[in-house]
T-cell receptor, first 113, second 114 residues
């Protein structure tokens, strides 16, 4: 049973560029959440997708956008990259519901130079 | 603003001691609580979940929940150097439309020294 998978693992981008990160949820999970984790901080909620729609959004600018596909996989897109976007981006999957546990992928390390 | 608070530490304990990690949350309606461990440079991994008041034990780990006081704690017995990591508290906070947002504290750094 495959867990949550993310790609790419590491990438370096230049300020102003755009990046797309990808995530495949754990088998059977229908909800994908994305988090940004800066060094020394806890994961910060970006947004959550369920049934191919953005259901909840954290305090992130519109430069951050996403998508969920019919097979529940998801993408995170960040436009006009800033140095401050350098972080670990975590994808987490779960079943929809209050008691459901989220499981993380290995993350994508983004460095903006 | 709904929040999850943790002391960032570091918490330093000798090998074999009990490590006690604490977390408070602001949303009184929260029903689900989780502890994750995160090694440096790695993603968080689930240690335990707890939903009811009281204690829940799993091996050397015990999670404690007190909804009236809005705190959740994690005890690690017989601490080992391999337990040295950052421990993240997470709470499923209610949001609009019946959704729940897993919300994390900033984590507590634990150092277990030989």
């Amino acid at each position: 049973d495959a867990g949550v998978t993310q790609s790419p693992t590491h990438l370096i981008k230049t300020r102003g560029q755009q990046v797309t990160l990808r995530c495949s949820p754990k088998s059977g999970h229908d909800t994908v959440s994305w988090y940004q984790q800066a060094l020394g901080q806890g994961p910060q909620f970006i947004f959550q997708y369920y049934e191919e729609e953005e259901r909840q959004r954290g305090n992130f600018p519109d430069r951050f956008s996403g998508h969920q596909f019919p097979n529940y996989s998801s993408e995170l897109n960040v436009n006009a990259l800033l140095l401050g976007d350098s972080a670990l981006y975590l994808c987490a999957s779960s079943f929809r519901g209050p008691g459901n546990t989220i499981y993380f992928g290995e993350g994508s390390w983004l460095t903006v130079v | 603003q709904k929040e999850v608070e943790q002391n960032s530490g570091p918490l330093s304990v000798p090998e074999g001691a009990i490590a006690s990690l604490n977390c408070t949350y602001s949303d009184r309606g929260s029903q689900s609580f989780f502890w994750y461990r995160q090694y440096s440079g790695k993603s968080p991994e689930l240690i335990m979940s707890i939903y009811s008041n009281g204690d829940k034990e799993d091996g050397r780990f015990t999670a404690q929940l007190n909804k009236a006081s809005q705190y959740v704690s994690l005890l690690i017995r017989d601490s080992q150097p391999s337990d040295s990591a950052t421990y993240l508290c997470a709470v499923n906070l209610g949001a609009s439309g019946g959704s729940y947002i897993p919300t994390f504290g900033r984590g507590t750094s634990l150092i277990v020294h030989p």
